[in-house]
């Protein structure tokens, strides 16, 4: 599950013995530029639609797939995007080709939906009369709309700063493993609302962190994060089921107490549970009860058993949470009360439990510890280095 960051970095000696290595910052690693510019993601943001609306503030152009410039304006008036059997429509204008490359001059004048992106936008026509839209936008400009949507902007700088790391680091690993796909990132792995997200706080936030992810035995690694742990974070593997590394394993969290999502309680009808199981092909009847089972350190269960009228059965308890609703089954710490027509839920923290804890960060740092005593605790043994 983790990846070498750079083949030059993997290749050859320890980069320790071929360049001089300068502390930037406290606890930060520079190597020099590993990269040589900041680095480009392809970020999902419509999929399978047939309909949705663009409009562009000043002057753009409009491609094909091979770059070749097909048509150019001075401004574009809300207008709809649809396929058809000859290709794209934008307003009333068809375009005899599958894949349209729309860019702006300045950054933040096209808007898809309502939303302003930085980007270059790609139109992706499919063979079921829908379409998908990617952006290609600049990581940092990316992190900067991650952070606002991720986590309340008036935190603490230092657990924005830890916050805005972790995202570069998961954008990275997810364009690595996904380097040959036509996106890196959807819009469920990374909350993302282009700039409408940003501020100057934020942005000047990123800058400061520009370029540095989290490396484990110099591979980058999926670095995940949630709301509120309850007490410990969750080891990887317990979890999601795949390999786990030391930064992934779990560590104690005194921090988030007094998240308002520490202790939750909900109730959810039996009907709703059934329906919404039945949607992944999962038939249950007349719920008896739903245990969790495995729980981890910090007592998320690794899988749920829900005993019904059609007897007993097991399942991934993230898989359980997702589908029963993650905002209404905030975690699958919890015990499970019978009441007749529904069940109660009552458990801890907010979010799978894996990775960094973000209100234990916002306590952290409320508390005087800097971004990066706050990541090094979350993923315990990682190194800070910049990559550009
Ligand atoms: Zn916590």
């Known amino acids: 599950m983790i990846v070498t960051i750079l083949t030059t970095i993997s290749a050859g000696m320890p980069l320790s013995c071929q360049r001089d290595v300068v502390m930037v910052q406290d606890g930060v690693r520079d190597y020099g530029p590993l990269l040589d510019k900041t680095p480009i993601v392809r970020v999902l943001l419509i999929k399978d639609k047939r309909e949705a609306q663009l409009a562009i503030r000043g002057s753009y152009q409009i491609a094909g797939s091979l770059t070749n410039i097909i048509d150019q304006g001075q401004g574009l008036p809300r207008c709809a995007i649809s396929v058809s059997k000859g290709g794209i429509n934008i307003g009333n204008r068809l375009y005899g080709n599958s894949e349209l490359r729309i860019t702006s001059r300045q950054d933040g004048e096209i808007e898809l939906n309502n939303v302003r992106y930085r980007g270059e936008i790609r139109i992706l026509q499919q063979s079921n009369d829908k379409f998908s839209v990617i952006e290609e936008v600049d990581l940092e400009g990316f992190i900067a709309g991650v952070l606002g949507s991720e986590m309340p902007q008036s935190w603490n700088e230092d657990a924005l700063r830890a916050q805005a790391v972790t995202a570069r680091t998961y954008a990275m ?41 989290m490396v484990y035995n110099w ?10 742990c309850g007490g410990h974070t969750e080891n990887c593997n317990h979890v999601f089921g795949k390999d786990g590394i030391p930064p992934l394993s779990g ?5 988030c107490e007094n998240s308002k999502h520490s202790y939750w309680s909900t109730n959810i009808s039996k009907a709703e549970i059934e329906k919404k199981l039945r949607v992944a092909n999962i038939h249950v009847s007349n719920i ?21 009228a059609y007897g007993s059965k097991e399942m991934n308890a993230n898989d359980f949470r997702l589908l029963v609703g993650p905002n209404n089954l905030m975690s699958t710490a919890f015990h499970a009360k019978n009441n007749g027509n529904s069940i109660t839920f009552s ?24 971004w990066t005593a706050i990541l090094q ?12």
């Open 173 to 213: 690993y997810k364009k690595k493993v996904r380097r040959g796909e036509v996106y890196h990132l959807d819009m469920l792995e990374l909350a993302y609302k282009g700039i409408a997200g940003e501020t100057a706080r934020l942005n000047k936030i990123v800058q400061e962190t520009k370029g540095i992810v």
């Open 251 to 255: 560590v104690s969290c005194n921090y």
């Open 377 to 388: 605790h979350y993923y315990p043994q990682i190194e800070l280095v910049r990559l550009y």
């Open 219 to 228: 591979n980058i690694f999926p670095a995940y994060f949630h709301s509120t």
């Open 288 to 308: 008896s009860t739903v245990k969790t089972v495995n729980p981890g350190a910090g007592n998320h269960g690794a899988r749920v058993e829900i005993a019904s």
């Open 347 to 370: 458990g801890r923290g907010w979010g799978h439990g894996v990775g960094l804890c973000q209100y234990g960060a916002q306590a952290m740092a409320e508390k005087g510890f800097e």
